[in-house]
């Protein structure tokens, strides 16, 4: 029951963040997102006895991917102040 | 209007689709028979105490071999099209120095970081985790001094070095395993040791360490193109 209550939450999460992902104005936010969605996912493998998929989750989905989207963003607008 | 109605037509089909596999599922009770042979007889044949381990690295090892290779071709993509320009110092766009907090942090944290990611591939076949996770966990202790410092440079002799010599070590371990043992990327060539210590499971150890290295350099070399 603890179980089943804790996996449908984190699926709201997953599917909340992805939707955030989609809708928000800001590139940032949406980057931000979608690694949220990552560690959403990461903690579901965790909890459904998944742990190796879990860590690379962790490690690549909201980790690298995230910052890898972030320097993308900034190597592709404009700078603010100039 | 068409593009409106594809999307739509595409969705309908989609939740069908999900709708079948929602009605007909049903948990399954017993591993299916390939399953139960891994279980059953994987620490007994590998030595390996992490099942998933020895899936991955040799009932499926081939696989291991060809996702590095993607890896490392992506790899070799972003520092093809990202090459450095020289760029002139004026023209350089400035940058935001980088917060105290994690300046102050990467002293204390980055040794504990890459601790953990040799931690993680070299006892990847006793706990979960392994080569890519641990190699991951390399690339984000980079991903942190890149963060803390972005003037940092990797020392790309080092880099290639270290990247090239474990993929060549790797497919070395899998012919000797071709050689001296069943098959290629067969464990078994060296002795498999007492199940559960940190020196059994044959070359599995071996093997996750070259991966670790290997995808460590390569997504630590992705950063870095990235950055600038």
């Keep these: 029951m603890m179980l089943l209550l804790l996996s449908t939450v984190l699926c709201a999460g997953i599917i909340i963040s992805a939707l955030l992902a989609v809708h928000l104005g800001n590139v940032v936010s949406a980057a931000i997102s979608a690694g949220m969605a990552s560690l959403f996912a990461a903690i579901i493998y965790l909890v459904l006895a998944a742990p190796d998929v879990a860590m690379t989750e962790a490690a690549i989905g909201s980790g690298l991917t995230t910052v890898i989207f972030l320097y993308a963003i900034r190597r592709t607008t404009e700078p603010p102040d100039k | ?228």
């Design chain 2, 1 to 228: 209007m068409i593009k409106r109605a594809t999307i739509l037509i595409t969705l309908v089909l989609l939740g069908v689709i999900f709708l079948q596999m929602v009605v007909t599922y049903s948990p399954s009770t017993a591993l299916n028979q390939l399953s139960r042979h891994y279980v059953v007889s994987g620490p007994d044949e590998l030595g390996a105490a992490n099942i998933v381990t020895a899936v991955v690295v040799t009932y499926r090892g081939l696989d291991t071999l060809g996702e590095v290779a993607v890896l490392f071709i992506s790899a070799a993509g972003v520092g093809l099209l990202l090459q450095r320009k020289a760029v002139d110092e004026a023209e350089k766009r400035p940058r935001r120095p980088s917060s105290e907090l994690v300046g102050t942090a990467i002293h204390f944290l980055l040794p504990l970081i890459f601790v953990l990611g040799i931690y993680i591939f070299i006892n990847g076949h006793l706990t979960p985790g392994g080569g890519f996770q641990g190699g991951a966990v390399l690339a984000s202790g980079i991903m942190l001094l890149l963060l803390a410092d972005p003037d940092t440079r990797l020392n790309h002799h080092i880099v290639e070095w270290l990247e090239s010599s474990a993929g060549f070590g790797y497919v070395v371990v899998g012919v000797l395993g071709l050689i001296l043992a069943g098959g290629f990327l067969d464990n078994r060539f060296i002795d498999l040791g007492t199940l559960g210590e940190l020196f059994s499971a044959g070359a599995i150890p071996i093997i996750y360490v070259f991966v670790g290295l290997k995808v460590g350099t390569e997504l630590s070399a992705v950063l870095e193109r990235m950055k600038d």
